[in-house]
């Protein structure tokens, strides 16, 4: 989810940290009406790997992988552990990465965003025209 507006930084022992902003002050984030666009994109965004901020550690909401400290928890199939297919569990604490995160322009997830055609999914050929 890394797009330039959360860096991620490694502490000198290891664990990866995300950004230490306040989520919750967050201003100018995406207006993506997410519900409607769910069935086309089937939440691919949520998919996407990020380490958690001190502030997601501390208020112990956000599951992370204590595989890897401290990216956020996937499922078996790399889907987050907060997304039970069409909300996320976790809204109201989100990271932020997903509060400022804008699918429209990612490649990962629209072909064209306005014509609503999801890219391709990972693994999938394009057809020939």
């Given at each position: 989810?890394?797009?330039?507006?959360?860096?991620?930084?490694?502490?000198?022992?290891?664990?990866?940290?995300?950004?230490?902003v306040?989520?919750?002050?967050?201003l100018?984030?995406?207006?993506?009406?997410?519900?409607?666009?769910?069935?086309?994109?089937r939440?691919?965004?949520?998919?996407?790997?990020?380490?958690?901020?001190?502030?997601d550690?501390?208020?112990?909401?956000?599951?992370?992988?204590?595989?890897?400290?401290y990216?956020i928890a996937?499922?078996?199939?790399?889907?987050?552990?907060?997304?039970?297919?069409?909300?996320?569990?976790?809204?109201?604490?989100?990271?932020?990465?997903?509060?400022?995160?804008?699918?429209?322009?990612d490649?990962?997830?629209?072909?064209?965003?306005?014509?609503?055609?999801?890219?391709a999914?990972?693994?999938?050929?394009?057809?020939?025209?």
């Amino acid at each position: 989810m890394n797009q330039g507006d959360d860096t991620a930084r490694r502490a000198a022992d290891g664990p990866e940290l995300g950004a230490d902003v306040d989520k919750y002050a967050l201003l100018d984030l995406p207006r993506i009406d997410c519900a409607t666009l769910l069935p086309l994109c089937r939440a691919r965004c949520c998919s996407l790997v990020f380490a958690l901020a001190p502030q997601d550690l501390v208020e112990g909401v956000v599951r992370f992988d204590p595989a890897r400290p401290y990216r956020i928890a996937r499922r078996a199939s790399g889907d987050c552990v907060h997304h039970d297919g069409e909300r996320c569990g976790v809204y109201a604490h989100r990271p932020a990465p997903c509060r400022r995160y804008d699918c429209r322009n990612d490649p990962r997830i629209w072909h064209d965003f306005e014509a609503r055609i999801p890219a391709a999914e990972p693994g999938q050929m394009e057809e020939d025209s």
